[in-house]
């Protein structure tokens, strides 16, 4: 018989859907279920992870459509940044034209994997329609003093020639550890990082640029995590991570000099006060700064370490000294690289006995050794040789003597010279890129005004036409950049950076909603009415950077009144990778395989059935195969009954069998579908599609039963093989399409199946009642072919749980088939 052969129909389905409408979202839907997948970078093609990524988005969206809902399921394009630039350089061309060549192709190569998209609502972040708004928001965070701008030592990629936001920069793959990881680690702690794209060592540079003010956010983006009960741990722990809430204490020592009267250091173990021994500045301190103009070794210090990756334990002395505020005692004051100057004030209290980085300084510039603390456990120290870094009981710490570290630094606190203190570890989101192929940043610098944001009438600032060249092309496009206040009418310069293309993606979710609108970035009405997005799919790698800046846009434009929400994401799922040869699949590691080397369909079926969306997987050549032959058995069962089944009208006994697994299974899928696990939604629809043939093979069907399980299985596939499922339906005379058809529902009531079900979870000693739910008085061949997979399914159940019940599961069910057989 024929074969099913998804490129031979795949146009024509496509068509069909189109021609319906079929993924359009209503506009003037109530609140319709938003499922969304992160918008792919143009980069090319698609590659496996997209299509893992986007296979479930449109599984699910199929799904939910089909059981009625109003669907929003959009597709769009993150089209601006350095890769479109570089690639346009090798290739001669410009970034513009190169884009539009990727996304013409990435546009097909998504209509080819049969995934349904609302093509109305399109959005192409290099489309001035599109980045006029990244500009109107700009000045609207603006005027809300939601942008810095300001002198900054910044990461700087010295092939890209741009800047590097922290979470640009990677750990190099060779450094076994650094203090720097992606995910985790800042920039500012000095060196050894590599640009994000290319992998070049990254260097630090003083320019003036643009910063959104997410340090505003810290706490807010800190706490909102605890709500976020639908996103995976994982991501809420690294958000965690990298906001770096620390509770501590701000003390104040008095230095007396100039202007500066004290200095405060910030502490996480304010119970070790009295063993601070020395106090130390970062180099960029102000006081730091300013002890520099007057005192040639120190200014000599300041600058080497500026310069260097690796100032490791160095520090330099100062004429200086602090007054200790609980012993009045005079301590040193240095200047130390290790001490950083965007953590905490910049300053720290030494205290050599209990911290392991002023242990090492204390050695290496011969500091005495202060205990405080004492082990409560009996285990003793090493000290002075080593620190002792645990709580513990206070010693040698005057009237605070004999409290439990934690109750010393409340008790401690109350000193007039002490504060509660809550530091982040999360920097301003530094959004200048001195590149061509982004958002032009809307300011005009002008000498009397200083920088004007650009009026509304006057967006979008379009970027001019692109001309290859080493720096910055907009600093090269003269006549661009000549212009006039927008105050005082005077002549003036454009500002020439662009914004980090992750402000593009930082609220394109919302644009979706109305694309269209044209008196603001989206319509706030619809907005409130269905955000937020109901499921949103995308990879690990985004846990904090892209994760983090929807959250902050949500809540400024929230705060700024264009928005009523907090959180825009109610349920988030990382897809885990795929893995080729045990790596992970890539263009660069030459292990990739494109999506349509085995089918369409196929890939994308494989990469439902492999795992759970969040779990990795392997690529196999045999499991992909079981892929395609699993399409070939649904297509075959269809084609055989129409072409040569003879039926039976009367029904008989042995036919409740079917009825029931029908249902059973139209439960259990739904429910899988539900749960995002698409594998077993496979197996589930792989048992039933053996058991329709087993029992097609058996006696002539029951016409009414029979058909209706052909009919279920075409619409239970139909979410994951979409084109399948829609030639099913045609070679069973189904009307319409089988996209719009309703969802397969039980004949008896759910709930009956939903109690069998659970008996069914219920391991070992269920066993025995599974055996008994299928009741078998009157054995036939039927009945032992299902008795034959309850048993597999109990099998199953009980491996699951543990794997020695597996084994007595199993004989369990082995002797109810042979007591009834
Ligand atoms: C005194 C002290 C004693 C500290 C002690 C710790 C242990 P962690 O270590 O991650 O908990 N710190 C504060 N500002 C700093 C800066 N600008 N550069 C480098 N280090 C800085 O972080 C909190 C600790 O980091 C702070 O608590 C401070 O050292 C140090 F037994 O103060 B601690
Ligand atoms: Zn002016």
Redesign the pocket.
């Given at each position: 018989s024929r074969r099913y052969d998804h490129a031979r129909v795949q146009e024509y389905w496509q068509q069909a859907w189109e021609r319906d409408g079929v993924f359009e979202c209503p506009t003037d839907a109530d609140d319709p279920t938003y499922v969304l997948g992160m918008f792919p970078y143009t980069s090319g093609s698609l590659h496996m992870g997209h299509i893992r990524n986007y296979a479930i988005t449109d599984a699910y969206a199929r799904y939910r459509r089909m059981a009625g809902d109003d669907v929003l399921h959009p597709m769009g394009w993150d089209a601006f940044g350095l890769p479109a630039e570089n690639a346009a350089y090798e290739r001669n061309t410009d970034p513009e034209s190169w884009t539009r060549t990727c996304i013409d192709q990435m546009k097909d190569d998504l209509r080819e994997m049969g995934f349904g998209y609302d093509w109305s609502r399109e959005i192409t972040t290099c489309d001035p329609e599109y980045y006029q708004w990244n500009q109107w928001l700009f000045t609207q965070f603006y005027d809300e003093g939601l942008v810095d701008y300001g002198a900054a030592t910044v990461n700087w990629c010295p092939d890209c020639e741009t800047v590097l936001a922290d979470a640009q920069v990677e750990t190099p793959p060779e450094a076994d550890e650094g203090e720097t990881t992606a995910g985790t680690g800042h920039s500012h702690t000095h060196g050894g990082g590599v640009c994000w794209r290319c992998g070049t060592g990254v260097e630090q540079r003083d320019l003036d640029q643009w910063f959104f003010a997410i340090t505003d956010y810290a706490e807010e983006l800190y706490h909102g995590l605890d709500e976020l009960e639908g996103w995976p741990d994982g991501v809420r722990d690294s958000q965690r991570n990298w906001i770096g809430r620390?509770e501590?204490a701000r003390v104040a020592f008095s230095v007396g000099y100039d202007d500066h009267d004290t200095v405060e250091?910030?502490?996480?173990?304010l119970d070790?006060v009295y063993?601070?021994t020395y106090l130390a500045l970062?180099p960029g301190h102000d006081l730091a700064r300013a002890l520099a103009e007057t005192n040639d070794a120190v200014a000599e210090y300041v600058e080497s370490v500026a310069n260097t990756d690796d100032a490791g334990m160095s520090g330099i002395e100062t004429d200086l000294t602090a007054t200790h505020p609980y012993t009045d005692e005079e301590l040193p004051v240095y200047i130390a690289a290790?001490?950083?100057?965007d953590?905490?004030?910049?300053?720290?209290?030494g205290?050599p006995a209990?911290?392991e980085?002023?242990h090492a300084f204390a050695d290496e510039h011969g500091l005495p050794v202060q205990q405080a603390v004492e082990p409560v456990d009996g285990s003793g120290t090493d000290l002075p040789h080593a620190?002792y870094?645990g709580d513990g009981m206070l010693t040698d710490s005057g009237e605070y003597d004999g409290l439990a570290s934690a109750a010393a630094r409340e008790r401690l606190r109350e000193h007039d010279a002490a504060e509660e203190a809550v530091t982040y570890r999360l920097r301003d989101w530094l959004i200048s890129r001195q590149r061509y192929w982004g958002t032009p940043i809307p300011i005009v610098h002008c000498d009397d005004c200083g920088h004007v944001p650009v009026p509304e009438e006057d967006l979008p600032v379009e970027l001019p036409e692109y001309v290859q060249t080493t720096g910055n092309p907009l600093d090269a496009a003269e006549e661009w950049k000549q212009t006039t206040c927008p105050d005082c009418g005077a002549d003036a310069v454009r500002e020439t950076d662009t914004m980090d293309t992750f402000v593009d993606s930082s609220w394109y979710f919302l644009r979706y909603l109305s694309p269209h609108f044209e008196s603001a970035p989206f319509d706030q009405q619809t907005a409130d009415e269905w955000l937020p997005v109901d499921v949103y799919v995308g990879g690990e790698e985004h846990a904090v950077l892209h994760l983090l800046y929807i959250r902050f846009f949500t809540r400024a434009l929230s705060d700024i009144g264009l928005l009523d929400r907090e959180e825009p994401v109610e349920r988030l799922i990382n897809q885990g990778t795929v893995l080729h040869s045990g790596e992970k699949m890539s263009k660069s590691k030459g292990n990739d395989i494109a999506p349509h080397e085995y089918g369409a369909e196929t890939t994308r079926l494989f990469v439902l059935s492999a795992a759970h969306p969040s779990q990795d997987f392997e690529w196999t050549v045999k499991d992909v195969s079981s892929a395609y032959d699993f399409q070939q058995t649904l297509y075959r069962l269809v084609t055989e009954y129409t072409n040569q089944t003879e039926t039976r009208t009367e029904s008989a006994d042995h036919d409740a069998y079917l009825e029931r697994e029908i249902d059973r299974t139209i439960a259990a899928v739904t429910e899988e579908y539900d749960r995002f696990r698409f594998h077993r939604v496979i197996g589930e629809i792989q048992r039933f599609a053996r058991l329709l043939g087993r029992y097609a093979g058996y006696d002539r069907p029951y016409q009414f039963a029979y058909s209706r399980g052909l009919r279920v299985l075409a619409g239970l596939v139909a979410p994951i093989a979409p084109f399948l499922a829609e030639e099913m339906w045609q070679l069973l005379d189904e009307d319409g399409l089988v996209a719009e058809s309703r969802w397969p529902e039980p004949l008896r009531d759910v709930e009956d199946y939903r109690i069998e079900r659970q008996v069914v979870r219920r391991t070992l000693d269920d066993v025995r009642e599974i055996t008994e739910v299928v009741d078998i008085d009157e054995p036939n061949e039927i009945e032992l072919v299902v008795a034959a997979d309850w048993k597999y399914r109990a099998y199953e159940i009980a491996r699951e749980s543990d794997p020695d019940d597996a084994i007595v599961g199993e004989i369990m069910a082995d002797e109810a088939i042979k007591q009834h057989g």
């Open positions: 620390q501590g250091a910030f502490t996480t173990r070790t063993g601070a970062s290790y001490v950083l100057d953590v905490g004030t910049g300053a720290v209290m205290v209990h911290n980085r002023d620190p870094t």
